[in-house]
């Protein structure tokens, strides 16, 4: 017996078609198992495919929408943009004058807020929805010998931003932050993934973020990058909370200024992540991470 289940596609962290970060949702992944969603993941080659779990209207207003993610090879407790997108799909689909939808993910609960720049509302994702996510409160682990960092970055450790640790940090996913020193060092980097999986066994981190502060006419701009063993991400939700969360606990960002991080040029995909944290005493809290999406694609696969 065959079954059809139906996915959306959206570019999730911009307003425009074509950039950001893709993303697949199926939509009602009732009846898949753990090996099909895995390999639908792998199907859609995307660097995160979701399934949604609906269920009972009275368990969604306690627990939440439940949500899975999938890589193309694992599935992961927590990530941003499948969070944030999926979020938004959702929003979409439901009565208007719901401001917060929360999802149950692996991680735990996850809440996204909504604002709209305009009455227009439909049924499609159209990036006229600004959605929110609040991460987990950051976990600030061991920070990186700069010799190491610098052997992953195959130079000398001129590429290195001196005057800040690299470090890893979580809020749900744990990240190396590594500052870079200016823009264009940024984006000429060639790391040595080999290297990088060296470097952070043991520290829960797979990834590294590759982060560049700069102030510029009196504001702070955030260029970023993070390669990965799919090439390069457009844009990285949970790496983007872990980078503020970083960052105001340095002195980078003030406490809860909001900031755009931009991720994805290298890869002719950009994004623009929005994000914020509060620092309390020695405590970073509240950070939230947040973007528009828009719908590409809707389809079904035949099982």
Same mark, same amino acid.
């Given at each position: 017996?065959?079954?059809?289940?139906?996915?959306?596609?959206?570019?999730?962290?911009?307003?425009?078609?074509?950039?950001? @970060?893709?993303? *697949?949702?199926?939509?009602?992944?009732?009846?898949?198992?753990?090996?099909?969603?895995?390999?639908?993941?792998?199907?859609?080659?995307?660097?995160?495919?979701?399934?949604?779990?609906?269920?009972?209207?009275?368990?969604?207003?306690?627990?939440? /929408?439940?949500?899975?993610?999938?890589?193309?090879?694992?599935?992961?407790?927590?990530?941003?943009?499948?969070?944030?997108?999926?979020?938004? $799909?959702?929003?979409?689909?439901?009565?208007?004058?719901?401001?917060?939808?929360?999802?149950?993910? @692996?991680?735990?609960?996850?809440?996204?807020?909504?604002?709209?720049?305009? @009455?227009?509302?439909?049924?499609?994702?159209?990036?006229?929805?600004?959605?929110?996510?609040?991460?987990?409160?950051?976990?600030?682990?061991?920070?990186?010998?700069?010799? /190491?960092?610098?052997?992953?970055?195959?130079?000398?450790?001129?590429?290195?931003?001196?005057?800040?640790?690299?470090?890893?940090?979580?809020?749900?996913?744990?990240?190396?932050?590594?500052?870079?020193?200016?823009? /264009?060092?940024?984006?000429?980097?060639?790391?040595?993934?080999?290297?990088?999986?060296?470097?952070?066994?043991?520290?829960?981190?797979?990834?590294?973020?590759?982060?560049?502060?700069?102030?510029?006419?009196?504001?702070?701009?955030?260029? *970023?990058?993070?390669?990965? $063993?799919?090439?390069?991400?457009?844009?990285?939700?949970?790496? *983007?909370?872990?980078?503020?969360?970083?960052?105001?606990?340095?002195?980078?960002?003030?406490?809860?200024?909001?900031?755009?991080? $931009?991720?994805?040029?290298?890869?002719?995909?950009?994004?623009?992540?929005?994000?914020?944290?509060?620092?309390?005493?020695? /405590?970073?809290? @509240?950070?939230?991470?947040?973007?528009?999406?828009?719908?590409?694609?809707?389809?079904?696969?035949?099982?």
């Amino acid at each position: 017996m065959s079954h059809s289940y139906e996915f959306v596609q959206l570019d999730v962290f911009t307003k425009t078609p074509l950039t950001g @970060n893709p993303l *697949a949702i199926f939509t009602d992944a009732r009846g898949l198992t753990d090996e099909q969603m895995q390999a639908l993941a792998r199907e859609m080659n995307l660097s995160e495919t979701t399934f949604v779990l609906p269920r009972e209207p009275q368990v969604e207003a306690e627990e939440g /929408k439940r949500v899975r993610i999938f890589t193309v090879e694992e599935e992961l407790p927590f990530a941003g943009h499948p969070t944030l997108g999926t979020a938004l $799909y959702l929003h979409s689909t439901t009565a208007s004058g719901v401001d917060e939808i929360v999802l149950d993910l @692996n991680v735990g609960k996850i809440g996204v807020r909504f604002s709209t720049d305009s @009455n227009h509302r439909s049924n499609r994702v159209a990036g006229d929805v600004f959605g929110e996510m609040r991460q987990r409160d950051p976990e600030f682990g061991p920070t990186l010998p700069p010799d /190491k960092v610098a052997s992953v970055l195959r130079g000398d450790g001129s590429e290195i931003a001196a005057e800040w640790p690299s470090q890893i940090v979580s809020t749900g996913l744990p990240f190396a932050i590594v500052p870079i020193r200016d823009a /264009k060092t940024l984006a000429n980097l060639k790391p040595d993934l080999v290297r990088v999986g060296a470097l952070l066994e043991g520290t829960g981190a797979r990834f590294c973020y590759f982060i560049c502060p700069e102030q510029r006419e009196g504001r702070l701009e955030v260029r *970023a990058r993070m390669l990965f $063993y799919g090439g390069e991400d457009p844009a990285t939700g949970s790496a *983007a909370g872990c980078a503020i969360s970083w960052m105001v606990r340095h002195g980078a960002a003030k406490s809860d200024e909001q900031i755009l991080i $931009y991720q994805g040029v290298e890869a002719r995909r950009p994004s623009e992540i929005s994000v914020r944290a509060t620092r309390d005493g020695e /405590k970073v809290t @509240n950070v939230r991470v947040g973007g528009y999406a828009v719908e590409v694609l809707r389809g079904t696969v035949a099982l």
